[in-house]
């Protein structure tokens, strides 16, 4: 198993258990506790998690919205972006304006879209998704201009929001890095600013979020519960958080997502 994956599942485990010793993760996880030891030192290392005796737990920062590296977050509930991406594809219909925004549950959502073989145009402003789409014949793929984000494929910058405000799409389809009731937030200022205007250039907004981005908070806001015209998650949404957005009138769709072994 590639360190990333392995580090995305203790990560997974210790989100839903909070605390765990290094025999606990070793045994639930089908891993020797030297290669546990090894992960978790490196996670304690980077931000991820916080050493406690003998084991670990999620380190506070990661319900402010704290960002996992990109290797480690590709792998972060992968089943449930999975599965959260073919729903928002099935939403499209052909000769639709599609705007996608960068991530890795909009990029599994790409994935969905080439399987169906739609006809739609995307913009897009994430490099890897573009290239996603590349693949197929019936996508006509326009992308943002911009600077490359160091560590990822997504495109910032002045002129991939002058290009993203210029344009009128029947669907926006954006993630978030965190989801609270004060609304969505990422980690990055120039982030926000393309997702703002993402938002603004679409009629239909529609959210994938993975249920361990609620309730939690990131670095700079970029928009509203209300803008939000669908929001698609797992079924590991917390009762309250369902309840708040059902009060708040905001349409949710929950996708069942397998269990991994333990």
């Known amino acids: 198993m590639l360190p ?4 995305a599942r203790i990560i997974e485990f210790l989100r839903r258990e909070e605390m765990a010793s290094l025999k ?24 991820h998690l916080t050493r406690t005796h003998g084991g670990a737990m999620m380190n506070v920062s990661d319900r402010k919205g704290f960002e996992p590296e990109a290797a480690i977050s590709s792998e972060l509930e992968r089943d ?15 000769g639709q304006t599609v705007l996608v925004d960068s991530g890795t549950t909009t990029l599994a959502a790409a994935h969905a879209m ?3 073989d739609v006809p739609f145009t995307a913009f897009t402003n994430d490099l890897s ?23 990822s494929s997504t495109l910032l910058g002045a002129s991939a929001v ?16 965190a989801v609270s009731n004060d609304g969505l937030s990422d980690s ?39 803008e939000i015209g669908l929001i698609i998650t ?27 072994n333990e």
């Open 4 to 7: 990333a994956k392995r580090r």
């Open 24 to 47: 606990e993760l070793a045994e639930r996880l089908d891993m020797s506790v030297s290669t546990i030891r090894r992960d978790v030192e490196y996670l304690c290392s980077t931000g």
């Open 80 to 94: 449930a972006k999975n599965r959260i991406g073919q729903r928002a594809a099935a939403l499209i219909q052909p």
């Open 114 to 116: 080439v399987e169906r």
């Open 129 to 151: 998704i573009a290239s996603v789409f590349s693949q197929s014949n019936t996508i006509n793929t326009f992308v943002a201009g911009g600077n490359v984000r160091p560590g």
């Open 162 to 177: 002058r290009m993203i405000e210029q344009l009128r799409a029947d669907v926006a389809i954006i993630g978030a890095h």
């Open 188 to 226: 990055s200022i120039e982030l926000c600013e393309v997702k703002r205007a993402i938002i603004s250039a679409a009629e239909f907004v529609v959210l994938l979020v993975d249920s361990s981005k609620f309730f939690s908070r990131s670095f700079s806001l970029f928009g509203g519960l209300e």
């Open 234 to 260: 797992d079924d590991r949404i917390s009762p309250d958080m369902l309840k708040e957005l059902k009060q708040r009138n905001i349409p949710v769709e929950t996708v069942s997502q397998e269990v991994p």
